[in-house]
């Protein structure tokens, strides 16, 4: 998902979220809140806003999986 948005946007993935970003979003769990993900080094109010939604939503897919 992160190399599509990548890809359409002409950025790095990393630009999207970080690895380290990536990682410490697994971490929070499934149920997570925009709120928490804000806590997240690295990620403020443009990414919470720009992915924030499509992110939760893939965090609770895979969660009911």
């Known amino acids: 998902r992160r190399k599509a948005l990548a890809e359409k946007e002409a950025v790095p993935a990393y630009v999207i979220f970080t ?6 979003i697994a971490k929070q769990g499934e149920g997570v809140a925009l709120s928490a993900l804000r806590s997240i080094a690295g990620i ?3 990414k919470l806003t720009k992915y924030g939604p499509e992110l939760l939503k893939l965090t609770d897919d895979e969660a009911s999986k």
């Open 44 to 46: 403020g109010k443009q």
């Open 19 to 24: 690895d380290a970003e990536l990682a410490a």
